[in-house]
């Protein structure tokens, strides 16, 4: 076994569960790229889709990691809220700010 510093400073992880996909998770995850890329913090955050996380009432489901913050029914259109919410909480820095 063998320990490593994380790549990414922040993880978002998006639930790909049958239930979390059928209340449109995935272009939750694809709005979160692309805003992402947009604000060009792909080197610090990373999105990732997960099987269920065992919350399905709940869903759509966001982690966010430092922190372990759950986000429950997230919509696509609240991507540019998630990634505001984080950049202001300071768990992730804005490189243009930088
Ligand atoms: S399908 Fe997302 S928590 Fe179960």
Sequence with gaps: MK???LPYQT???VCGGDKCS???SKKLFNRL???LD???LGDSINVVRTECMGKC???PNVVISPGATWVCGAKPKDAKKILDELLDSGVASDPSEI
């Design 33 to 35: 790229e692309d805003e």
């Design 11 to 13: 993880v978002i992880l």
């Design 38 to 40: 947009k604000r060009r």
């Design 57 to 59: 009432d709940d869903g």
């Design 3 to 5: 320990k490593r510093q």
């Design 22 to 24: 059928d209340r449109k």
